[in-house]
């Protein structure tokens, strides 16, 4: 490494020196967010939101196929809509913010800021929803949500954040269970896609499960420090909110019934794991479906004649061809400060083009995943460079499920867990027998939840890791974020 890259990347801190800095290091330092005035707040900085921004588009174009339509409810919730579902209002009791004045006069009642939207949105269907006719809603909103969280960190737990919620209405508990599967399906396919990301889907257990559903299914993800992360999760509410806002239709027989529901959400903590699961020493590591820029262009020696030129109509046709691509022509800035900026930033590739390249029709073209170098014809550039996205996708997911794989461990006894957990990190695979005691010794003792019961199942014992009674099932342990 140079001298001027070891200055460089030194002001991130080392992943095993202190994993928590070095996050905070390369949010800042690689210009996603800056702290706001208000205690747990960010400002996503344009290059944050443009990775955001993909990520909408790749899903919102997901939810459109599958029959999804957005819309949009009110930021303000009544109190008393809140209140209507007890568990579901004991569940987000201590995050709500609440909205007492309005104008300098004291509101005659309290206004939640919209922590959720379930109890808002299931006010509205109860008008909207009369006949089997109109049923299913599908049902998305991208918006805002505020919980008033203890402790913060930007992306992964902030006071407001950004996500998507849907809502969805049908006439069967059948229906209902499909599009909760669905979904959660949607975001599996999504995660390992388009952010490279490897999961583990399955149902939460009873504890873990969101207030006021009937089940929740989930996907789960593992950083490079152990710690596992909750990137989507996938409610079946059952009808308790259609019965408590009687949310009715006429069905076919001429039956009165209430509805089945769902509802289903990511948000921009997704960003947090794309940051904790690929980067490395030099900064972030962006997948290419999302990455603001998947190009990044460095001319090198651009006032010697036609290296400019002929990087702008190299440009042009990149940019005609659909690929996100910047030209960095700033000449305040020598190239090889470029190079580790642009790289700390994570963008997938860099184009460099010299007088010796003009000479010879060709470019250079850079890996950010494994720094390759490969030199490239300018008329075979646009083919070669939708391949080497398609395998920068392929080498990334690889590594994070490699490591995954790695830190992903088997325990048998309660010793064994001990020794686990003391002695590495990841998620740990045991059995239980499904009695919420058990769950809260291995929380108490460990300070390790269960993150779900996955789909894939295997028969490890015979016996519950905690109690020694029967088991039921396997289940992904792990500390999380």
């Excluded at 918006?143 to 407001?160: A, D, G, H, S």
């Excluded at 873990?208 to 909750?230: C, R, V």
């Amino acid at each position: 490494m140079s001298k001027n890259k070891q200055e460089f990347v030194a002001h991130i801190t080392s992943r095993e020196e202190d994993f928590s800095k070095w996050y905070t290091d390369i949010i800042l330092k690689t210009d996603l967010v800056d702290y706001s005035p208000v205690r747990g707040s960010m400002v996503i900085k344009p290059y944050g939101y443009g990775i955001w921004e993909n990520i909408q588009r790749e899903l919102d174009n997901r939810f459109k196929a599958t029959g999804h339509k957005n819309a949009y409810f009110p930021l303000f919730i009544p109190e008393s809509l809140l209140q209507k579902e007890v568990d579901h209002v004991e569940g987000f009791a201590p995050e709500v913010a609440w909205v007492t004045h309005g104008g300098g006069e004291e509101l005659t009642e309290r206004l939640a800021v919209r922590p959720t939207s379930e109890t808002i949105i299931c006010s509205m269907y109860a008008k909207w929803i009369q006949s089997y006719r109109d049923l299913p809603v599908l049902y998305n909103q991208w918006c805002n949500v505020v919980r008033w969280e203890k402790t913060t960190r930007p992306f992964l737990r902030t006071l407001e954040f950004l996500w998507q919620e849907g809502h969805t209405a049908h006439a069967t508990e059948e229906e209902a269970q499909e599009e909760t599967m669905k979904m959660l399906n949607v975001y599996r396919e999504f995660s390992e896609n388009v952010l490279a990301i490897p999961m583990v889907a399955g149902k939460k257990t009873e504890k873990e499960k969101f207030a006021g559903a009937m089940s929740t299914y989930t996907i789960e993800a593992l950083m490079q420090d152990g710690q596992a992360l909750q990137a989507g999760t996938s409610h079946n509410l059952g009808q308790h909110f259609a019965k408590v806002f009687d949310i009715g239709y006429l069905d076919r027989d001429g039956q009165r019934k209430h509805v089945w529901q769902t509802s289903w959400g990511v948000t921009t903590r997704l960003i947090g794991a794309i940051i904790m699961v690929h980067g490395d020493e030099r900064g972030l590591v962006l997948p290419p479906k999302v990455a603001p820029i998947q190009v990044i262009m460095v001319p090198i020696a651009f006032h010697k004649e036609g290296v400019l030129d002929k990087a702008e109509a190299i440009y042009e046709g990149l940019k005609a061809a659909g690929f996100r691509v910047e030209l960095d022509d700033r000449d305040t800035q020598s190239a090889g400060w470029k190079f580790n900026e642009w790289e700390m930033k994570g963008v997938p590739i860099r184009l460099e083009i010299g007088p010796r390249d003009v000479e010879k029709n060709q470019v250079v073209l850079v890996r950010r995943d494994n720094h390759e170098k490969t030199f490239v014809p300018v008329e075979e550039l646009t083919d070669t460079i939708h391949n080497m996205l398609e395998e920068i996708h392929k080498g990334l997911y690889d590594k994070a499920l490699t490591m995954r794989e790695e830190n992903t461990h088997v325990a048998h006894d309660m010793d064994e867990f001990k020794d686990i957990v003391e002695t590495r990190k990841g998620f740990i695979k045991a059995m239980w027998c499904g009695d919420v005691g058990c769950e809260d010794r291995i929380k108490d003792e460990f300070s390790l939840t269960a993150r779900c019961i996955p789909f894939e199942q295997e028969k490890l014992a015979d016996h519950c890791i905690c109690c020694g009674e029967e088991a039921k099932h396997m289940v992904y342990f792990a500390r999380a974020y």
